[in-house]
């Protein structure tokens, strides 16, 4: 494991922290954060401005002035659309020239990259006192995650996760309601995706044969930034990295910070004590076929112990899903709520099983959620939140509440101190992906497997020369 930090100092603030319950509470107001003024522009900087990144970049342009742009396609720059909006930000192709040039005049920088680049920029731009919005998953690696949320505490700095479920009314009011108890102690939860829809295995699972030219307009070192070194090939960018373990963190990676976050939010989650994997088609290059990964949860705070399990990908021509007869009573709910169904179940959603009820959540972001059985509750199925603030503006309003932050008020709902751990956790599922079959033992406060130490292998890797955290 590469690190700068001291690891006996690193393990205790991290132990610190989760103690103190800061996962929840922290209160990231600093002299810092407010560097703009209450009323001052802020300065912006994006770190990979093409697909998602140009949405991010342009929203917070609403909110500030955009001064740098940096991307590792010169296309994207010079034709994109960020670019063609915001014609008075500088260009750069390396994020690290953009920050040392022109840190003075940044304020916050927005981070889409792939996600392999995600915790290295954004550290950088932290040290250096800027506030960070960056793309689910936080990072690409476990350590990485850890590091994240202990340099933002660290720097004081304003920072968001770019999981836009979020700001959805819906989700805010399903954890008030879960954390009340409204269906009961929770002993199970299920997410399920319709992720991969990217090459992954079985369709892809060595890297290209041949050799390939690099396209004159990338950046391929760059694009590469902290990944080990490989020939360039046709078959990694603009979008199909998100199925390479060098590159991508998959399914699970792309999509469980939006359709767990719900569920993580509401039963309180933080570290599992055990993660178990049974995967098909695994390999050195790419993510699976399919996954049923299952997370251990001990008891807290008045909550009983509680599994999650995840589910992606197809075995035998079937989708993976949860058990048949919560799939059925989700269907039943979907036949009473959604007729347009047409009694079949959602390709995405999560599924919380009460001791008197279950809470069925029909898409990615847990924005919309229904009670079973729903003669019991149909007075809260359509409330509002009541002690959480009312955001409801998607993903602009994720930003907006990211500047709200950076100008002194509440950490943004999903802070890195939040963000950080629901991405820490998520990760060690792909991780036992590796070693799909094995029941890992998980001891989160020392960051280590106790039982494996194959496993422990994948908590990080050594980046390539020039990169660092």
Not at 54 to 63: C, E, F, S, V, W
Not at 216 to 238: I, M, N, Q
Request: charged share 25%; with cysteine; net charge positive.
């Amino acid at each position: 494991m590469s690190s700068s930090m001291n690891r006996r100092r690193f393990l205790q603030a991290s132990a610190a922290a989760a103690g103190a319950g800061y996962f929840y509470t922290a209160d990231a107001v600093s002299a810092d954060r407010v560097a703009a003024g209450p009323n001052g522009k802020i300065h912006f900087a994006g770190i990979g401005v093409g697909g998602k990144g140009y949405g991010d970049i342009t929203q917070a342009a609403r909110l500030g002035e955009v001064v740098a742009l940096c991307d590792i396609d010169e296309k994207t720059l010079q034709e994109g659309k960020a670019g063609k909006e915001l014609p008075n930000a500088k260009h750069y192709f390396d994020y690290r020239k953009m920050l040392d040039e022109m840190g003075k005049n940044i304020d916050a920088v927005t981070v889409s990259t792939a996600d392999h680049s995600h915790a290295p920029a954004s550290i950088m731009a932290m040290k250096m006192k800027k506030h960070v919005y960056c793309q689910k998953p936080l990072t690409h690696t476990v350590f990485e995650a850890r590091k994240m949320r202990l340099v933002a505490k660290e720097m004081g700095v304003a920072t968001q996760m770019g999981n836009q479920g979020s700001a959805a009314s819906g989700l805010r009011r399903a954890v008030e309601l879960i954390q009340a108890g409204i269906i009961g102690p929770v002993h199970e939860a299920h997410v399920w995706t319709d992720r991969p829809i990217w090459p992954q295995a079985p369709q892809v699972m060595a890297r290209p044969e041949g050799k390939f030219e690099v396209p004159k307009h990338v950046h391929w070192d760059g694009f590469l930034g902290p990944a080990p070194e490989r020939p360039y090939a046709p078959g990694y960018h603009p979008f199909a990295w998100r199925g390479w373990l060098d590159f991508g963190t998959g399914a699970l990676g792309d999509m469980a910070c939006h359709t767990a976050n719900m569920a993580f939010r509401a039963l309180k989650l933080a570290y599992p004590t055990s993660v178990v994997a049974d995967a098909t088609d695994v390999n050195l290059e790419t993510y699976p076929s399919s996954a049923k990964i299952t997370f251990q949860f001990p008891a807290r705070d008045q909550m009983p112990p509680v599994s999650l399990t995840w589910y992606e990908g197809k075995r035998d021509g079937k989708k993976l899903l949860p058990p048949e007869d919560l799939v059925k009573k989700a269907i039943s709910i979907d036949t009473s709520m959604n007729p347009k169904r047409k009694g079949k179940l959602v390709n995405s959603g999560s599924i919380l099983v009460g001791e008197k009820g279950m809470l069925y959540s029909p898409d990615d972001y847990g924005s919309e959620f229904f009670l079973y059985p729903a003669k019991d509750f149909m007075e809260v199925n359509k409330t509002k939140p009541e002690k959480l603030p009312i955001n409801g503006r998607g993903d602009p309003g994720m930003k907006a509440e990211w500047v709200e932050a950076i100008r002194g008020g509440k950490p943004a709902y999903s802070n890195f101190d939040f963000a950080a751990m629901l991405t820490e956790t998520i990760l060690l599922g792909n991780i036992a992906i590796r070693l799909t079959g094995t029941k890992l033992d998980w001891d989160g406060p020392e960051l280590k497997f106790t039982n494996n130490d194959k496993a422990n292998h994948f908590i990080h890797y050594e980046y390539r020369k020039g990169w660092t955290l």
